[in-house]
């Protein structure tokens, strides 16, 4: 079972402990009592729900404000023939902060969207620097080196609709892979369909009402040298009900130098990957396919 972790527990290095192990042995977990209001959550869940079941066209308009496309919206339906691993899903993708800078490319309708998902972007980017603030200390960083830095500074909100597919077996949500992000915190809603890679089995990630599901993405597991892992996960179809979630990317900033931590390099722990620009690592990534094998032998140290 996934681990279940209440961010509530008054003991704090317990709940840093659990967030460790955790992130070691699975590299996901979902948390509980972590301030995003649950009311706020429901709303959010049902603005996006309608956003989905507008026409196609009113969508694409809705999210062609931009030039510099800070919000995108992509359907695998369009490249469902060219794929090698058929997809099906419709995506909306948009930068949240800070928001004074992207709320004005959000989309109009629902009326309510700009309201209710800018406050709750805002929550869920508090929840996440709090998830942080607590790794940073119990890998020994100095106060703020994942959570107030370069490595946490571009979240990016995606949302995932998953309509009902005529051939399960035939398509995926989305394949195997691993985040790209430090961190990234899903609410999956009550629909299951998330999957984790674990010794050599597929496991379910069972919805919990009000949860939020945290995935630990390459650039953690990088800057962690390795001590905590990046999980490999996928999503699954259904033939009858329709899936939406929504996950918010903690990302580094581009230009950002990505590494193990000093604070966890010595003698008898060499660094297990090289030093690269976050944008190279996202290139080759994009380009890869996410394929994890190409991704590893690109982030590597190959000289120790």
């Not at 429901?42 to 919000?71: G, I, Y």
């Not at 609709?161 to 398509?171: A, E, M, N």
């Not at 929504?246 to 590494?259: A, E, N, T, W």
Request: glycine content about 4%; proline content about 7%; aromatic content about 8%.
């Amino acid at each position: 079972m996934i681990p279940v972790i209440d961010l509530q527990n008054h003991n704090r290095n317990t709940t840093i402990q659990k967030i460790l192990d955790a992130s070691q042995e699975y590299g996901i977990f979902q948390v509980i009592n972590h301030g995003v209001p649950k009311e706020l959550m429901d709303d959010t869940m049902k603005v996006m729900k309608k956003f989905h079941a507008m026409p196609l066209n009113d969508k694409a308009r809705e999210c062609s404000k931009d030039p510099k496309k800070s919000c995108k919206l992509y359907t695998s339906s369009e490249h469902y023939s060219a794929e090698q691993i058929h997809c099906w899903r419709d995506v909306l993708v948009h930068q949240c902060h800070p928001l004074e800078d992207y709320m004005q490319f959000w989309p109009d309708k629902p009326s309510t969207y700009k309201e209710v998902v800018g406050r709750f972007t805002v929550e869920a980017r508090k929840m996440a620097t709090r998830i942080l603030e607590l790794i940073d200390q119990g890998l020994g960083f100095s106060p703020g080196y994942l959570s107030d830095s370069e490595y946490s500074q571009k979240p990016i909100l995606m949302v995932n609709h998953y309509p009902p597919c005529p051939d399960p077996c035939l398509t995926l949500g989305l394949p195997k892979h691993s985040d790209p992000s430090v961190i990234t915190i899903v609410l999956q809603g009550n629909v299951p369909g998330l999957q984790v890679f674990k010794d050599g089995e597929w496991l379910v990630v069972e919805p919990l009402a009000h949860a939020f599901v945290v995935n630990i993405g390459y650039v953690l597991q990088i800057i962690s040298n390795g001590k905590l892992k990046g999980v490999e996960h996928r999503v699954v179809t259904n033939s009858s009900i329709a899936r939406t979630t929504i996950s918010m990317f903690i990302y580094p900033s581009d230009d950002s130098l990505i590494q193990p931590a000093t604070a966890l390099i010595n003698a008898r722990n060499p660094p297990l990957y090289r030093a690269f620009i976050y944008k190279e690592f996202r290139s080759k990534y994009l380009s890869a396919a996410a394929d994890s094998k190409a991704v590893d032998e690109f982030i590597r140290q190959t000289t120790i």
